[in-house]
Structure formats: C-alpha cells, structure tokens
C-alpha cells in the first residue's frame, strides 16, 4: 500500500507541475494575445493618423487650389480691366492721329494762304516801288 500512496502522491505533484506549467503557459498565451492586440490597436491608430493627415494634406491642398482659382479669377479681371484700356488708350490714340493730320492739314493751309498773302504783299511791294520809281 505504501507503494500505492507514493504513486498517488507522486501523481498528485506531477499533476500540480503540470497544472502550473499549464497555467504558465496559458499566462504567456494571454500575454502574447494582449501583445498583439496592443500592436494590432497601436497600428489602427498609426493609421488612423495617417489618414487624418492625409485628409489634412488634401484640405490645405484643396485651399490652394482655390486661393490660386481666385487669384486666376483675379488676373483675368485685372486683364480684362488692362484690356479695356488698351482699348480706350487705342481710341484715344486714333482721335489724336486724325486731330493731328487735320491740324497738318490746317497748318499746310495756312502755309499756303500765308505764301499767297506774301506773294500778294510781294507783287503789291514790287508795283508799289514800280510806282515809286
């Protein structure tokens, strides 16, 4: 019988070996699956990140986009403004060029009367001094 106890007793200890090695092993399982989840929960929100910068990145880009669709719209106003000056400075020029050609013109007229009225004035001066002699 004494056999019979040491086996049970033996069989007891093994059995508490066993159970704490299990044990052991079921504390190093959770470890490693709280581990994991602790990375698989630090890589969502890397990403998470991620895409709140990227949707930043998009934000600020979509500003620039518009701010330099608005000073395009700008530009083209401030042409079209230098546009109809253009225009008006063209208008202008022509207006001067006929006003100038019509005071040539008036200038070769009065040239002409001025040349006549001399050659009046000469040919009154040479029957003058034709008198005078």
Same mark, same amino acid.
């Given at each position: 019988?004494?056999?019979? *106890?040491?086996?049970? @007793?033996?069989?007891?200890?093994?059995?508490?070996?066993?159970?704490?090695?299990?044990?052991?092993?079921?504390?190093?399982? *959770? $470890?490693?699956?709280?581990?994991? +989840?602790?990375?698989?929960?630090?890589?969502?929100?890397?990403?998470?990140?991620? &895409?709140?910068?990227?949707?930043?990145?998009?934000?600020?880009?979509?500003?620039? !986009?518009? &701010? !330099? &669709? *608005?000073?395009?719209?700008?530009?083209?106003?401030? @042409?079209?403004?230098?546009?109809? +000056?253009?225009?008006?400075?063209?208008?202008?020029?022509?207006?001067?060029?006929?006003?100038?050609?019509?005071?040539?013109?008036?200038?070769? %007229?009065?040239?002409? !009367? !001025? *040349? %006549? $009225?001399? &050659? %009046?004035?000469?040919?009154?001066?040479?029957?003058?001094?034709?008198?005078?002699?």
């Amino acid at each position: 019988m004494a056999m019979r *106890e040491e086996w049970s @007793a033996s069989a007891v200890t093994v059995r508490a070996e066993n159970a704490k090695k299990w044990e052991k092993d079921r504390v190093k399982r *959770e $470890e490693r699956i709280m581990k994991w +989840e602790e990375d698989r929960v630090k890589r969502e929100e890397a990403r998470e990140i991620r &895409e709140i910068k990227a949707e930043e990145e998009k934000k600020k880009e979509s500003e620039k !986009v518009e &701010e !330099v &669709e *608005e000073r395009a719209a700008k530009a083209e106003e401030r @042409a079209a403004k230098v546009e109809e +000056e253009l225009e008006k400075l063209k208008k202008t020029v022509e207006k001067l060029v006929k006003k100038i050609e019509k005071m040539g013109k008036w200038f070769e %007229e009065q040239e002409g !009367v !001025v *040349e %006549e $009225e001399e &050659e %009046e004035q000469e040919e009154e001066g040479c029957s003058e001094n034709g008198k005078g002699m």
